[in-house]
């Protein structure tokens, strides 16, 4: 079973910087993506960023410029570095893994916990 855990949330100014970590383990298990959601008070969660094991990694237009997701393969591990932070990114970020058991094409999803994110001053 693959496993999904999220960390780094917390309280920030206006204009801050906060930068979460998600580290997925289990068993073997082939990574097609990583990628970042959220989901503020009474919203739909979004789609915030996404880095495929192939390709280039996407963003949502409110956070180009602002966040960057990045990856550490051999841990992996995602990251998401994000900077002038604003009151509209307050929300419960989380994790997602998109991943395949070894030579098995059936796509699986795993999440995370979920971490909060509030912009505050």
């Known amino acids: 079973q693959v496993q999904v855990v999220e960390s780094g949330g917390g309280l920030v100014q206006p204009g801050g910087s906060l930068r979460l970590s998600c580290a997925a383990t289990?068993?073997?298990?082939?990574?097609?993506?990583m990628g970042w959601y959220r989901q503020a008070p009474g919203k739909q969660r979004e789609l915030v960023a996404t880095?495929?094991?192939?390709?280039?990694?996407t963003y949502t237009d409110s956070v180009k410029g602002r966040f960057t997701i990045s990856g550490d393969n051999a841990k992996n591990t995602v990251y998401l570095q994000m900077n002038s932070l604003k009151p509209e990114d307050t929300a419960v970020y989380y994790c997602?893994?998109?991943?395949?058991?070894?030579?098995?094409?059936?796509?699986?999803?795993?999440w995370g916990q979920g971490t909060q994110v509030t912009v505050s001053s």
């Open positions: 997602n893994l998109e991943w395949s058991k070894p030579g098995g094409a059936l796509k699986f999803s795993s």
């Open positions: 289990g068993s073997s298990f082939s990574i097609y993506a």
């Open positions: 880095m495929p094991s192939r390709g280039p990694s």
